[in-house]
């Protein structure tokens, strides 16, 4: 999994980017000031590889897999899909499927990320020995659209630098959900890096990461933490895709 894989869907192009898996800590050490309580305790958790989007879901992705529909409340093709909620994801993952059987790398499939894949991702990766605050600089400007640069609203993808891994946008512009049901902290977490989910019956908020346009920098930090019902829409959230082997540990997609 050494090349970037572009998938096509009715004329309209996106990348994923390979991850290279590898053990990193997760959350917050005890003398991080900023920390909220969720984001404790920090953790080392070991990641397979896999495929992460270049950006968060765009307009013109989301128009081309769902047959025109833009729900979203800043207009623009190259701007992320927004308002839509974690339900609306998980239907617009299962039609992507479906569309690109043929052209995705056998036995992989889209799914959500897990929120320990995300903040992997958004900490570099393997350069995640770097250290910094927001994904890819210590400096949000940087690297991120946020409430003191973003004009009050979303901004297309790619304006700003990347992360070591050539990642753009985790740090602000819009919210991305994760896969996982919400814990308010991590004891117990997975330590694979696989979606913690309550399997029995799924919790009643899902995991979303990285700040928006309308966050404040310590929304921003690659370790913060927010929840929303998994029906919740609102102009400032989002998602980013992961592309995997199904049968590499994580949860099987429902429509399979």
Not at 24 to 29: A, K
Request: net charge negative.
């Amino acid at each position: 999994m050494s090349d970037p894989h572009k998938e096509i869907v009715k004329g309209c192009e996106f990348w994923m980017i390979p991850v290279e898996g590898g053990a990193f800590e997760m959350g917050s050490p005890d003398n991080d000031t900023e920390a909220s309580s969720d984001e404790k305790p920090q953790h080392q958790v070991t990641i397979s590889g896999f495929y992460i989007g270049k950006y968060p879901v765009t307009q013109l992705v989301w128009k081309a897999v769902m047959n025109g529909e833009n729900p979203s409340g800043f207009k623009g093709d190259d701007r992320p899909v927004e308002e839509v909620s974690w339900d609306d994801a998980q239907e617009f993952i299962k039609q992507l499927n479906e569309v690109t059987n043929d052209t995705r790398p056998a036995g992989h499939f889209y799914r959500l990320p897990s929120e320990a894949e995300w903040e992997y991702v958004a900490r570099g990766g393997k350069y995640h020995a770097e250290g910094y605050k927001y994904a890819g600089s210590d400096r949000l400007k940087d690297v991120g659209w946020f409430a003191s640069n973003s004009g009050s609203e979303t901004k297309p993808v790619g304006q700003k630098q990347p992360n070591q891994l050539g990642i753009h946008d985790m740090s602000g512009n819009v919210w991305e959900w994760c896969e996982d049901d919400w814990h308010s902290d991590y004891k117990g977490a997975p330590e694979d890096g696989t979606a913690w989910i309550n399997h029995s019956n799924r919790g009643t908020y899902r995991v979303s990461r990285g700040g928006s346009w309308l966050s404040t920098a310590q929304y921003c930090r690659a370790a913060y933490r927010y929840f929303n019902s998994p029906g919740y829409r609102y102009d400032y959230i989002g998602f980013r895709l992961a592309l995997s082997l199904q049968a590499d540990g994580r949860s099987t997609p429902a429509f399979l």
